[in-house]
């Protein structure tokens, strides 16, 4: 009898012990406040271009991911996050209006990606109009996630299959020194979208605070990744 009158006592006092406390997160960037990436922030506004990044589901939670941050550079971008969109938010999301301006003069939407043999698409003209007239503006589509999932998600989408694309053609050394690339060309998703934005935007000063934004990222997670303590070189 004694012994049954222990065993309530024992898993009540096991009941009683306090769960571990979350760690706290910063409401704007939605990293973990030690790993708060908001000091790399710089904000910046586009003449040409809105920027619509679409992020796969296991970038969200990615400590070295760049998608949000280009988010929260850009004034005019929107991010979703997902792998399968339903067609109508979809389509809302890359045709539908933004603001007022998109009313009076609707901007065309380009995917950001490269041509691929097997799924051929037209390239855009991202040049401004001779003969002095209002240059196009643009809705670019980011797809932030590996090369694999970015395959996977636009497979997955007809309506990301129809869009015409800007494929970088000529682009810098990579200064992600932090997370693994394959070849030195192969882009983070903030630093193709600055490529992209150099193409389109005539000033460059949007492209060079996205490379500040860039670096400043970089510095904050070198503690936590010793290897990147030296930041890769840029090309001449």
């Known amino acids: ?17 306090p769960a571990p406390a979350r760690r706290a997160h910063c409401a704007v960037c939605l990293r973990p406040a ?25 970038e969200a939670g990615h400590a070295k991911g760049t998608g949000r941050l280009l988010h929260l550079c850009l004034a005019e971008s ?46 855009i003209d991202v040049a401004a109009p001779a003969g002095g007239a209002a240059p196009d503006r643009l809705r670019l589509v980011v797809l932030d996630a590996t090369w694999r999932k970015s395959r996977q998600m636009l497979s997955a989408h007809p309506a990301l299959q129809a869009l015409p694309r800007l494929p970088l053609t000529q682009v810098p050394t990579s200064r992600y020194a932090i997370r693994k ?10 630093e193709a979208t600055a490529c992209a934005v150099s193409l389109i935007e005539p000033d460059a000063a949007p492209v060079n605070a996205l490379q500040e934004s860039m670096d400043a990222f ?17 090309e001449p």
Do not use: N
């Open 78 to 123: 929107r991010l979703l996050v997902g792998d399968a969109f339903e067609q109508d938010a979809l389509s809302s999301a890359l045709f539908g209006p933004w603001c007022s301006r998109d009313e009076r003069t609707p901007p065309r939407a380009a995917l950001l990606y490269p041509q691929t043999p097997e799924r051929p698409a037209d390239i």
């Open 1 to 17: 009898m004694a012994s049954s009158a222990t065993t309530p006592h024992s898993c009540a006092t096991a009941d009683a012990q």
């Open 34 to 58: 030690r790993t708060c990436i908001c000091a790399a922030v710089r904000r910046v506004h586009l003449e040409r271009t809105q920027v619509l990044v679409l992020m796969h589901p296991e």
């Open 218 to 234: 970089v510095a904050l997670h070198r503690p936590f990744w010793p290897h990147a303590a030296s930041p890769r070189p840029t």
């Open 181 to 190: 690339a394959h070849a030195a060309h192969q882009l983070s998703t903030l």
